[in-house]
């Protein structure tokens, strides 16, 4: 599975220069359910599960699991 994760919030209005501007993502959880379809309210229930064990990372993927 490959994760990418890429918003743009722009607002243009008002720019009149062509100087590069910052970019600042932040990426608050990531959850993979395989073979599962889940609603928003059950991705929210499990993500909130986590932080209220004070769960930062979990990596339940083992290394032979892993495609190059």
């Known amino acids: 599975m490959g994760t990418t994760k890429l918003a743009y919030l722009i607002d243009l209005n008002g720019q009149t ?5 910052p970019c600042d993502q932040k990426m608050d ?3 993979h359910a395989k073979d599962q379809v889940l609603m928003p309210a059950q991705v929210s ?3 909130n599960a986590h ?3 004070g ?3 979990e990596a339940t993927v083992r290394p032979e ?3 190059p």
Do not use: D, S
């Open 17 to 21: 220069g062509t100087a590069a501007r």
């Open 29 to 31: 959880y990531v959850l």
């Open 45 to 47: 229930a499990r993500v």
């Open 51 to 53: 932080r209220a064990t």
């Open 55 to 57: 769960t930062a990372f």
């Open 65 to 67: 699991q892993l495609t």
